[in-house]
């Protein structure tokens, strides 16, 4: 688990854009895959990455996690992803969930699992992004939510997250081990101390300290902000 910090919003974009497009042409086979983050701080990630080289037309794109909304709410991160780097760059496969009001959320996570099985074929994701909420979430593994200890096999579920009263849509932990890179964007001051508890001091504590069982490479990119509280940043 390794952590760069940098020193502007348009440094953080600017290297996170670059390493998974980096990433992406290190896949191996005839396609690559790349989940999208939802919520804000990625944003600016994928204006930089729309501007880069990326061989759009053997990417596969889905989402770490969604929101139970229709796909043309200001809430559902399908519709960030589109508006902010799908519409933008030309031959991405953009893989979003099944939303309707004749759709059950575990049907809609059932049905998404099957098409990440077909476009996940060895069952290695190859590049992940994933944010960091302030109750140290991430995806939608929110604490005392049932998706964060799914016993099961399973890699994409409905998740009831109580303390909104909402329903989520989001990978599993088990899923989320297997990726060969994760990529975890992470700033503003209000993130800093469970960041360093989070890197520094896991205390199982904190949904996304799942990551310290990853399989592959979890790389933290942090703003000076959210960084502030750890000793000795790279
Ligand atoms: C979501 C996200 C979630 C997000 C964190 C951080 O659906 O909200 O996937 O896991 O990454 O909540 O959100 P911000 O980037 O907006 O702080």
Known sequence: MQVHTHPSDD??????????SDRLAQAEGDRANLALAGGSTPIPTYRALRQLPVDWSITDVWLSDERWVPHDSDESNGRMAEETLIRHVTGATFHRPIYSPNVEPDESAAYYEAALRRVISDG???????????????????????????????????????????????????????????????????????????????????????????????????????????????
Do not use: C
Not at 11 to 20: F, K, R, Y
């Open 11 to 20: 440094a953080l974009a600017t290297a996170a854009a670059g390493l998974i």
């Open 124 to 234: 290695r994701p190859d590049v992940v992004l994933l944010g960091m909420g302030t109750d140290g979430h991430t995806a939608s593994l929110f604490p005392g939510s049932s998706a964060l200890v799914e016993p099961t096999q399973r890699w994409f579920v409905e998740n009831h997250v109580d303390s909104m009263g909402a329903w989520r849509l989001t990978a599993t932990p088990h899923l989320l081990w297997q990726a060969r890179a994760i990529i975890v964007i992470v700033a503003g001051e209000e993130k800093a101390d469970v960041l360093a508890e989070v890197v520094q001091r896991p205390s199982g504590r904190y949904p996304i300290e799942l990551l310290h069982d990853a399989e592959g490479d979890v790389l933290f990119l942090t703003d000076r902000s959210a960084a502030s509280r750890l000793s000795n940043t790279q």
